[in-house]
């Protein structure tokens, strides 16, 4: 599975950004997504994920109710809703499939990864 991200760049707080997934060379239907950010120096820490279905998600406590996670299997695409960024979420965010399909908050449970995007949000 190969995963590429998009949709990052620079937004400013208060505003709206949307980060895209794109996986290719295999349906990731069968797969729990999720995504991960890095801050400079730290390590990844789980932002969201979501089961194969869609019909169950998880937020990290820091980003609930202001981000959103969603996927379409029938265009191979997972999708983060960033409603009221802050300064403080800016980092680089990584898209992952996990294959055990249910989602979880477990960088080690995700097999694939994509390449990152970079978000910076001014104040």
């Known amino acids: 599975v190969q995963l590429v991200e998009s949709g990052g760049g620079l937004g400013q707080a208060g505003g709206s950004l949307r980060l895209s997934c794109a996986a290719s060379?295999?349906?990731?239907?069968?797969?729990?997504m999720g995504w991960f950010r890095q801050f400079p120096g730290k390590q990844c820490e789980f932002v969201a994920t979501?089961?194969?279905?869609?019909?169950?998600?998880s937020y990290a406590d820091s980003v609930k109710g202001r981000f959103t996670i969603s996927r379409d299997n029938a265009k191979n695409t997972v999708s983060l809703q960033m409603i009221s960024p802050k300064p403080e979420d800016t980092a680089d965010y990584y898209c992952?499939?996990?294959?055990?399909?249910?989602?979880?908050?477990?960088?080690?449970?995700?097999?694939?990864w994509g390449q990152g995007t970079q978000v910076t949000v001014s104040s």
């Open positions: 992952a499939a996990d294959p055990g399909g249910f989602g979880t908050t477990r960088w080690s449970d995700y097999h694939y």
């Open positions: 060379g295999r349906n990731i239907s069968t797969h729990g």
């Open positions: 979501i089961s194969w279905s869609g019909g169950s998600t």
